[in-house]
């Protein structure tokens, strides 16, 4: 049967909606046993284009929906109803190293999903689309306010949910190699948590004596503009971090005096640092291997004994959620949190700890139905290496996107039980 003649129907819904938000994908209007490709399509806003396609057979009524059926090929295969947006790859011909993010919150991610006749894999720009929806994903909910931050010497954006608050206040913490990412804490924001994303890498990156800033005090004082905002309530602060953001969040957790926080989130961090230094001493442990790659996880084993040379986790006193995945090949987090885990014990604050495990899973643990991504290539160490180099982060796509969608519900949980939960009760009584 030729294209003309197949006017099959596709619906998705909601074709509108946050990042985090399932949509249901459904074609009807098909002949009986009709083969078809289902393809999404991403441009992002560096121009670089991502797909993702999968291969169907319409049932008896002539209907696929996936959230139902499986996929018999293509970049993923069985019953994954978000597969289209996880299993995204830059598409053929694009620059290696590129990877998936948002940097301007205010507008949607758009993806145009499209209906093709038979089991494509490729050339799907010279094949006639039977059907075609634009999807809008947005990490700021209607409502959601983006204030950038510079008082008292900081470079950051908050977010504000919709409404007077007073809210919950997240002080929100990327890694190495990201100035500034604004994504998460704009979706934290939709979600009811007034979130600060924070650059502390850009100064670094700046010069020596821009480095010396980014301490300890760089930190206390974004926790005090979260404290002192008429909009967020002082009592119910947390911080979240991954990466080297998360070795901060450790040291501050342990050790502040400013903000005693009600709970902190880790992902994918560790706590071997050296305690009294600043950010730079620790980005300057980093190594190149003889193959130009960066390699993190080695670098930190053996977890040492001395203890000027790790955050000494026995001093926290909220609630700790670590994410770790057990294929980082970045950090040695499930050493990391093995180690935490038994010094907590012996400082008899275990019961405060609460880790989440995730087999096959890398380093870079994102938001729901991001792309995974196996390696970064770091061009902006190009003037002093001569080279791009190349950081392995590890895991397989299906666990990792899995442990990413799981590990995001939880982390809600945690910062609603928390922050929103105990405060409003204590408030009440």
């Known amino acids: 049967m030729d ?12 074709s509108r909606g946050l990042v985090d938000e399932k949509f249901t994908v459904l074609v009807q209007k098909a002949p009986p046993g009709f083969q078809m490709t289902i393809r999404a399509l991403h441009q992002c806003e560096d121009g670089n284009g991502w797909e993702a396609f999968a291969h169907y057979t319409a049932d008896a009524c002539g209907t696929v929906n996936l959230s139902e059926d499986p996929s018999m090929g293509g970049t993923y295969s069985g019953v994954e109803p978000m597969g289209l947006i996880w299993s995204l790859k830059p598409v053929p011909g694009s620059k290696p190293g590129i990877r998936l993010s948002k940097k301007n919150v205010q507008t949607p991610m758009e993806f145009t999903i499209s209906v093709y006749k038979g089991h494509q894999t490729e050339g799907f720009v010279d094949q006639v689309q039977l059907a075609c929806v634009v999807v809008e994903r947005w990490y700021m909910a209607p409502g959601v306010r983006r204030v950038p931050i510079t008082e008292g010497g900081l470079i950051g954006v908050l977010f504000l949910p919709p409404g007077p608050g007073p809210f919950p206040g997240v002080l929100d913490l990327w890694g ?14 939709s979600h009811g948590f007034a979130s600060m994303t ?18 300890d005090q760089y930190f206390e004082t974004a926790l005090r503009v979260l404290q002192q905002h008429p909009q967020i309530l002082s009592s119910s602060i947390a911080m979240l ?3 080297f953001g998360a070795s901060m969040t450790l040291k501050m957790a342990a050790y502040s005096d400013v903000v005693k926080f009600r709970c902190a989130v880790c992902i994918s961090g560790s706590h071997v640092q050296p305690v009294d230094g600043s950010v730079a001493d620790l980005i300057a442990k980093i190594r190149i291997n003889t193959d130009n790659q960066l390699i993190g996880r080695d670098l ?22 670590l994410i770790v995945g057990e294929d980082d090949q970045n950090w040695p987090v499930y050493e990391s949190a093995q180690d935490m885990k038994e010094m907590m014990e012996r400082s008899g604050n275990s019961h405060l700890l609460t880790i989440l495990l995730y087999p096959k899973t890398g380093h870079l643990i994102k938001p729901p139905y991001a792309p995974h991504i ?7 160490h190009l003037h002093k290496f001569q080279e791009a180099l190349i950081n392995l982060w590890g895991g397989e796509m299906v666990p990792h996107c899995r442990a990413q969608e799981d590990a995001w519900r939880k982390i809600l949980v945690f910062l609603r039980e928390n922050l929103y939960v105990n405060n409003y009760a204590k408030s009440s009584k």
Not at 3 to 14: A, D, F, G, T
Not at 198 to 215: E, H, T
Not at 374 to 380: A, K, L, N
């Open 3 to 14: 294209s003309e003649r197949c006017n099959v129907k596709l619906s998705v819904y909601p």
């Open 176 to 189: 190495r190699g990201i100035d500034i990412a604004e994504y998460r804490s704009a979706l934290l924001a």
């Open 198 to 215: 924070l650059n502390y890498m850009g100064p670094l990156k700046a010069s020596s004596d821009a480095a010396k800033l980014v301490n």
């Open 241 to 243: 971090g991954l990466s």
């Open 300 to 321: 930190l084993l053996p977890i040492p004994t001395d203890p000027t040379m790790k955050v000494d986790v026995g001093r926290v006193q909220c609630p700790l959620l």
């Open 374 to 380: 196996v390696t970064r290539i770091f061009e902006e």
